[in-house]
């Protein structure tokens, strides 16, 4: 199997599924302690985001334009920070 940043973005992209899907049924399964599913929650926005990041910047790099890698590199930067705080 030829292992690239595509594959690598569809495998990310089937464990945050996974992980959304196991976060929603620990959630309907367990009303009272729901602090299991906001960590799996979590960890699946997490690699959702890194997805996102990843696709936006082969398309950023494409453009061969600098600002549209400046635009990038601060949209980056505020989700993070925002995410974060």
Do not use: H, P
């Given at each position: ?11 990310l992209a ?55 890698l400046i635009i ?14």
């Open positions: 199997m030829k292992f690239n940043w595509k594959s690598f973005a569809n495998i089937y464990v945050a599924v996974v992980l959304v899907g196991v976060a929603l049924l620990i959630q309907a399964l367990i009303k009272g302690n729901n602090e299991v599913s906001g960590i799996i929650k979590m960890v699946a926005d997490i690699i959702a985001y890194a997805i996102l990041i990843m696709c936006s910047f082969t398309y950023a790099k494409s453009r061969r334009s600098v600002v549209f990038w590199v601060i949209a980056v930067i505020l989700i993070v920070v925002s995410y974060i705080v």
